[in-house]
């Protein structure tokens, strides 16, 4: 088995190409089956997959031929799909999960209220005018002590400032980036320091408050 990794950014995986050869055994050796799948490295969320098969020929280049073939013959319409894949995401965005929590140390809970509003409504709305236009997202849990939403699509690129030229430039938009702007907004709102953490590209992690075992 082999891991083969395709990314919009060279450093970063959208998409986990797993592969598996089997050879078979005495009554099946008449072919080589090569079997394809591909999943969404951010969801884990399987997208699609083929089979391809390479026909018996003879010689002692016989499994190396038929790999070969059975590569041969799906690498047009793997491709294809591929790059359906990527032009999907580029209209719809990058799907991500977010994940709201806080410290036990912390005197606000997602139910607490500002301006009128419970945070856990404040937070829905920020994530609501951030996704991709029409795309929307689901809330998974809601209760005062966490949140977590998932199918939310933002952006594969924003806009950012540099700080040193001052010049507007696109880069690459990732979980942590959009978890570090929700934060960065809630600590807005309710002078609440925010630590983010995120798993891989597609998962963040955002926790209300101060981890009081740290300091200790």
Do not use: W
């Not at 959208?14 to 969801?43: C, M, P």
């Not at 929700?182 to 963040?204: H, M, N, S």
């Amino acid at each position: 088995r082999f891991d083969t990794r395709l990314s919009l950014s060279s450093a970063n995986v959208d998409e986990v190409i797993k592969k598996r050869i089997l050879e078979k055994n005495e009554a099946g050796k008449q072919f080589v089956e090569f079997n394809i799948g591909v999943y969404d490295a951010s969801t884990n969320k399987s997208l699609f997959s083929n089979v391809a098969r390479g026909t018996a020929v003879s010689g002692s280049a016989q499994m190396v031929n038929q790999l070969k073939e059975a590569i041969q013959n799906i690498q047009d319409h793997f491709l294809t799909q591929i790059n359906d894949k990527f032009a999907v995401m580029a209209k719809e965005g990058r799907e991500i999960i977010v994940i709201c929590d806080r410290f036990e140390s912390s005197s606000i809970t997602y139910n607490s209220s500002f301006d009128g509003d419970k945070l856990s409504l404040i937070i829905s709305d920020y994530i609501e005018s951030e996704v991709v236009e029409g795309t929307g997202f689901s809330t998974d849990q809601a209760s005062a002590n966490k949140l977590k939403f998932s199918q939310v699509r933002i952006p594969l690129f924003k806009e950012k400032t540099n700080r040193r030229t001052g010049k507007v430039v696109k880069s690459a938009q990732y979980a942590k980036d959009f978890g570090e702007g929700l934060a960065a907004y809630i600590t807005e709102i309710t002078d609440e320091p925010c630590r983010v953490e995120a798993r891989g590209v597609g998962k963040v992690f955002i926790t209300l408050g101060l981890d009081v075992t740290e300091e200790e």
